[in-house]
């Protein structure tokens, strides 16, 4: 049974709640913040070795201690809830049960930050969940936790929940930033990062909502204590949101010394692959991390056992390995067609794309169009040559990170289940006829 410093206390009847979650131990690690210097509250996060929850995995103290503090120019913090990657709704989990554990994290790094303001960018769907979070800050407000001279140590400080309005971009950091500011959102070329230059030009630091939740372990315990959970640099516990066809999809968290095998098999977590079927293959995280065929998801290149670790995962880097991203695990059985599941990717990140960058903008409409072509029986083999130079041709050229998380699952597809995408061109009447019924092109 790994160790659970986040969900540990999800199953006590009423946590959401202020008097429910403070009698079993909440917003101690508020007192205990407020008591030290914002510098020592940075250096405990430094010690613990957090990194990003959101998907790029990016050091979180190294993240806080890059923060400008120019003369009289407010800082800003503001907690990413704009979770929209496909197969990812770990957050949703958090913020729905434990609405206190974010607001309290959000505490402590505001005081770390120096934020007054401090903003939840939440997607407009989970609309209920925004009533939620206003109820847990007015409940923290009310005991003094939030607004003027929080615990009487002078610092005052707000939190604010601003809806998004359902586009995938905002959560990007620049984009959502644009968007807080009432424009649209339009990733803004790094540098400056925010840090330096973010929301209304002031020094900002963006963090996912399990990172910010993951600062209340880290204070309770200790940034050495909580770096001594995990393995090597994946240190403290991840939360897993596992779907496709296994038998228990749900939110799970690991301490990250499980491997992918038991992760998938064990009754623990998901349980093994649903109605008795084989394992084919897994995005282990998220949509915008390459799939892996399951030979090479449960052993590395090395044909070491792989972990549900960033290294491990990330073993061997592109076409051997994958990465660990935003925790989003969907797994497919034997009967799942790899070229269908990469178009249904395809059209997302079509639709999704700002259109600022051409190789963004037209190359994902151009692989979405190609692909179509391929799993409606209508495609030729040069067909996936040049799908494979598309996909080229955005990596790394792109203003933000969409153009590459479009880039990846086409290549990594190709790369591992060429046959899938030849047998479509071999055997148009069969990709036609399995079809039959569904969206007509
Ligand atoms: P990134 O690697 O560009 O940046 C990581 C963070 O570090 C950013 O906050 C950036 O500002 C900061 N940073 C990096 N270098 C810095 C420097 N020199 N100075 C100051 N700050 C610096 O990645 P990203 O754009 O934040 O995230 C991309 C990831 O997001 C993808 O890998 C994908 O997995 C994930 N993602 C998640 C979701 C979701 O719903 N959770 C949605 C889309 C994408
Ligand atoms: Fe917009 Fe795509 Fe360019 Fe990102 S990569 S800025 S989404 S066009």
Not at 65 to 93: H, I, M, Q, W
Not at 405 to 412: D, F, I, K, L
Request: some cysteine; proline content about 5%; aromatic content about 10%.
């Amino acid at each position: 049974m790994g160790r659970k410093v986040l969900l540990d206390k999800a199953h006590i009847e009423g946590i959401r709640y202020y008097d429910v979650y403070r009698k079993n131990g909440g917003y101690a690690a508020v007192e205990k913040a407020l008591k030290m210097a914002p510098g020592d509250v940075v250096e405990e996060v430094k010690k613990s070795g957090l990194r990003g929850r959101g998907g790029a995995g990016f050091p979180t103290g190294m993240k806080w201690s890059f923060l400008a503090k120019p003369e009289g120019v407010p800082r800003y913090l503001v907690c990413n809830a704009d979770e929209s990657e496909p197969g990812t709704f770990k957050d949703r989990y958090l913020m729905e049960f434990l609405p206190h554990l974010l607001i309290e994290g959000l505490i402590v790094a505001s005081w770390a930050l120096g934020s007054n303001r401090t903003y939840i960018y939440i997607r407009g769907e989970y609309a209920w969940i925004v009533d939620i979070l206003e109820q847990a800050i007015a409940e923290a407000n009310q005991a003094g936790f939030l607004g003027k001279n929080i615990l009487g140590t002078g610092f005052d400080c707000q939190i604010y929940v601003q809806r998004g309005a359902g586009a995938y971009i905002c959560g990007e950091e620049t984009a959502l930033i644009e968007s807080l500011e009432g424009k649209r959102g339009n990733p803004r070329i790094k540098p400056p990062f925010p840090a330096i230059k973010g929301l209304y030009d002031c020094p900002t630091v963006v963090n996912n909502v399990e990172t910010l939740a993951a600062v209340v372990p880290i204070m309770n315990l200790g940034g050495e204590e909580y770096a001594k959970i995990g393995v090597g640099k994946s240190t403290g516990t991840k939360l897993i949101s596992a779907c496709g066809n296994i038998n228990k999809p749900g939110v799970y968290e690991i301490d990250m010394t499980q491997s992918v095998e038991e992760f998938i098999f064990s009754d623990e977590y998901c349980g093994g692959i649903a109605n008795g079927k084989r394992l084919k293959a897994c995005i282990p995280g998220g949509s915008s991390v390459p799939i892996l065929p399951a030979n090479l998801l449960l052993k590395t290149a090395k044909g070491e056992q792989r972990m549900m670790t960033y290294e491990s995962l990330a073993d061997g880097g592109f076409p051997t390995g994958s990465m660990m991203g935003s925790g989003g695990f969907i797994v497919l059985d034997e009967d799942q067609c790899v070229v269908r599941h990469t178009l249904s990717l395809a059209r997302f990140y079509r639709h999704e794309s700002c259109g600022q960058c051409s190789p963004c903008r037209e190359g994902t409409g151009w692989m979405e169009k190609i692909l179509t072509k391929l799993e409606y029986g209508k495609g030729q083999m040069s067909d996936i040559d040049l799908l494979w130079d598309i996909q080229r041709k955005i990596e790394g050229n792109t203003i933000c990170p969409l153009g590459d998380a479009a880039a990846w699952p086409v290549a990594a597809a190709i790369r591992h289940f060429r046959d899938e995408f030849e047998w479509h061109v071999t055997h148009p009447e069969e990709a036609q006829v399995r079809n039959f019924g569904l969206a007509h092109y």
